[in-house]
């Protein structure tokens, strides 16, 4: 009779060198691009500005609206030179990580971890179920986090010669709109991960965040 053989645990708990400076290195990227937002829309909020820069010029100087936004708009583009700037980083390392799923040996690929999960999701015994779903779920949010950050690059991508490419100036708007709305997808991404994570590695994956930032499990075996 054929026996089936659940996929080892391991290959979906083994953070090669390259996938840890590409996790952290992204996670520092993605951050550095939502700040850019932050400062662009928040904190500095250059079209709000105006009354505040007729303010610091005191009554003997009138700024006129396209002045008072010349202005806004110079502080705007050195963020947003920052903004592509990070984002051209961004999309480097996208391509490393795609090169990465070319190079690394089969088992640690993402497909592969994402079919392991699965298999292991639908043989796990009664007792493994909840565990092997939750495997699988966590797998799931980072299948759709890849499928966000592809649509931020190339839209990103877009944006960025939409000046120099008609046929890209044509749907800048409708580009913008996607490249806006999945922003929110990617910051709902990340707190649910951040939250599940730290949640995992505090109830029953101890050393899981350590493991993704040394690579080595803190666990002694008998623990694993
Ligand atoms: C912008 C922030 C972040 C992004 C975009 C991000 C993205 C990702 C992605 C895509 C994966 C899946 C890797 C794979 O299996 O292919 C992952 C795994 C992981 N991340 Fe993050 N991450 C972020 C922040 C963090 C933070 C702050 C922590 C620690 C508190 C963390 C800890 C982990 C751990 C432990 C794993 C492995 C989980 C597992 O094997 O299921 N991440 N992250
Ligand atoms: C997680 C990553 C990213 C986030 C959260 C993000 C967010 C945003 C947001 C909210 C806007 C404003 C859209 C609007 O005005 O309606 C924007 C614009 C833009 N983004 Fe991104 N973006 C990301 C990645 C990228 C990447 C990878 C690139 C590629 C270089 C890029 C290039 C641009 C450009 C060129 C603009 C338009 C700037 C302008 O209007 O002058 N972004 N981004």
Same mark, same amino acid.
């Given at each position: 009779m054929e026996t089936t053989t659940l996929p080892p645990v391991a290959a979906t708990h083994d953070y090669s060198l390259a996938m840890r400076i590409w996790h952290w290195a992204n996670a520092a990227l993605i951050s550095g691009q939502l700040l850019t937002i932050l400062f662009l &829309?928040?904190?500095?909020?250059? &079209?709000?500005a105006g009354p505040e820069f007729q303010k610091a010029l005191g009554p003997s100087v009138v700024l006129s609206q396209p002045q008072s936004r010349a202005l806004g708009h110079v502080i705007s583009e050195r963020i947003w030179s920052w903004h592509i700037g990070i984002g051209l980083t961004l999309a480097g390392f996208w391509l490393f990580w795609t090169v990465m799923q070319a190079l690394d040996p089969a088992g640690r690929r993402f497909g592969a971890r994402l079919r392991a999960a699965l298999q292991r999701y639908r043989l796990a015994p009664p007792a493994e179920h909840a565990d092997a779903r939750h495997a699988l779920l966590a797998k799931l949010t980072y299948a759709a986090f890849y499928l966000f950050v592809t649509i931020m690059v190339v839209t990103g991508l877009g944006l960025t010669w939409a000046d120099d490419v008609p046929w890209l100036h044509g749907i800048e708007h409708t580009v913008k709109e996607v490249h806006n709305f999945t922003m929110y997808l990617i910051i709902a991404y990340i707190v649910a991960h951040v939250v599940g994570v730290v949640w995992a590695d505090n109830r029953d994956d101890h050393g899981l965040v350590s493991r993704m930032i040394?690579?080595?499990?803190?666990? &002694?075996p008998d623990e694993v």
């Open positions: &829309k928040v904190i500095v909020d250059t &079209k709000s040394s690579g080595e499990d803190p666990r &002694k």
